[in-house]
């Protein structure tokens, strides 16, 4: 939103707040061209509210980034990926297809590719979820996939590396802050030796926006992320422990994943966004040292 709105575009936001917090959309609450509409987009009706609430608006796309990016509650659940991920594309799209907005762009990720030996390409790396989360996510591209077929002209789907950044409501930086706020020590999931690319949340909605505007009539699938070989978890623990001022004991587990599911170390390709003008700037390394400092203001501040 932040981002949309700086660029000029009008912007509706839609959330239950089941993860999202208040606190990160009250810097627009007098800005006239932001409306906010708390509604729950799983809801049996969903469609006629929001429809007869934006009757009056002029809809160019709509940004599909809702999902239950709690990983592990959907590992012990299914349930919550099937309805928070998958449900809502549906939704999103049957409103879309009601109220005859042509264009959506959706939050994908990296996770529907599964384990694979080398760096994922999105025309060669054949998806093999082996989360619920990426099963889900892969199910909602393929809905999408078909709906473009039907009555959407255009979507755009992006298979995120790991995000990082401000805002934040969850992610391994704020787990490690709230664990070590809770419990004086830090309990790390899996071996630590888990490594895995970052991008910058700024980085990722520039390049949202710079690709999505060049692409038209067809459905296209695009990875984002650094080309990088990742930062383990261990040196974020590490760095993220240095920002206390008392000693934190970190204990690891011997599993080499983290949980059910989790992908211990990936590299993906950022090539076909490069081609069409999107590169991140920031490596890995960088995007984990800047985060770390932004969730660490947040905390202090709120």
């Not at 509604?39 to 006629?48: A, R």
């Amino acid at each position: 939103c932040e981002y949309l709105l700086k660029k000029g575009h009008s912007v509706g936001g839609i959330d239950n707040f089941t993860l999202g917090s208040r606190e990160n959309i009250i810097q627009f609450s007098n800005n006239k061209i932001f409306k906010f509409y708390e509604i729950s987009i799983t809801s049996p009706s969903f469609v006629n509210e929001l429809s007869k609430k934006l009757k009056d608006e002029t809809i160019d796309e709509v940004w599909h980034l809702a999902a239950s990016s709690d990983i592990l509650k959907g590992v012990i659940n299914p349930f919550y990926d099937h309805r928070d991920t998958f449900k809502t594309t549906w939704q999103i799209a049957e409103f879309c297809k009601v109220n005859k907005i042509n264009k959506i762009v959706f939050s994908s990720t990296g996770a529907v590719y599964g384990n694979h030996k080398g760096r994922y390409y999105e025309d060669k790396t054949v998806p093999r979820p082996i989360s619920s989360y990426g099963t889900f996510k892969l199910a909602s591209e393929n809905l999408l996939r078909t709906f473009q077929n039907d009555f959407l002209e255009t979507v755009v789907v992006f298979r995120f590396s790991n995000v990082l950044g401000p805002y934040s409501t969850h992610g391994v930086i704020l787990d490690f802050i709230k664990k070590i706020k809770k419990n004086g020590s830090l309990q790390v999931l899996g071996n630590g030796f888990q490594q895995k690319p970052y991008i910058h949340v700024s980085e990722l909605i520039h390049g949202m926006d710079v690709i999505s505007k060049k692409i038209k009539n067809k459905f296209e699938i695009f990875n984002l992320g650094p080309e990088d070989t990742g930062v383990k978890v261990r040196d974020i623990a590490n760095l993220v422990v240095k920002k206390f001022d008392f000693p934190v004991q970190i204990n690891y587990e011997s599993s080499s994943v983290g949980w059910v599911g989790d992908i211990p170390t990936y590299k993906i390709s950022n090539s076909k966004a490069e081609k069409i003008g999107f590169k991140p700037t920031l490596t890995s390394k960088e995007v984990v040292s800047r985060a770390i400092n932004e969730i660490f203001k947040e905390n202090l501040e709120r």
